[in-house]
T-cell receptor, first 111, second 113 residues
């Protein structure tokens, strides 16, 4: 039962471009939407998170856009850099429930 | 702060052998999670504990898998007998109190031949 669908599976972006990763969820009770970043050989680490009372959250070059009516949220990476090359996971949960992760997007930034 | 510590980092074993993975959560964190990561299925939650008590083990794939948390600073994930399809990276993560940021260890890469 996949409650969070993530796309694309892989993404190649030129340096300086905008990287966009999308997620859709099914459970309308979800109220916490984090994004995790994972580098090869490492565990995932929290990048940025949003709650549904706002439609956008920005931290540096990273922005989460949230569309509650469409049950979708996305990660935008502005001015993408080679150091951003990693796997990105969206996730969601509500209350004290366990996080449900998307299947991940492997992002590659090329010079 | 040491972070979540997992051991071993790499394990290669033969089918049928017992495998034990270990995790030390961050001190003061009340909840501990075991995840499995594969290319095909991404990150799957196997089991999680709150205050050393197993809360949800619905993700444990089979009876061959078992997990324990005898105290607040130690947990094990055991596979007996192991099979090639168990080959994956197993992550342990902890959290002070849900909801909030999950802190992951660096993972244990298991290869079952």
């Amino acid at each position: 039962q996949q409650q969070v669908k993530q796309s694309p599976q892989s993404l190649i972006v030129q340096k300086g471009g905008i990287s966009i990763i999308n997620c859709a969820y099914e459970n309308t009770a979800f109220d916490y939407f984090p994004w995790y970043q994972q580098f090869p050989g490492k565990g995932p680490a929290l990048l940025i998170a949003i709650r549904p009372d706002v439609s956008e959250k920005k931290e540096g070059r990273f922005t989460i856009s949230f569309n509650k009516s469409a049950k979708q949220f996305s990660l935008h990476i502005m001015d993408s850099q080679p150091g951003d090359s990693a796997t990105y996971f969206c996730a969601a949960n509500f209350g004290n429930e366990k996080l449900t992760f998307g299947t991940g997007t492997r992002l590659t930034i090329i010079p | 702060d040491a972070g979540v510590i997992q051991s071993p980092r790499h394990e290669v074993t033969e089918m049928g052998q017992e495998v034990t993975l270990r995790c030390k959560p961050i001190s003061g964190h009340n909840s501990l999670f075991w995840y499995r990561q594969t290319m095909m299925r991404g990150l799957e939650l196997l089991i999680y504990f709150n205050n050393n008590v197993p809360i949800d083990d619905s993700g444990m794939p089979e009876d061959r898998f078992s997990a324990k948390m005898p105290n607040a600073s130690f947990s094990t994930l055991k596979i007996q007998p192991s099979e090639p399809r168990d080959s994956a990276v197993y992550f342990c993560a902890s959290i002070p109190n849900p909801p909030g940021e999950l802190f992951f260890g660096e993972g244990s890469r298991l290869t079952v031949l």
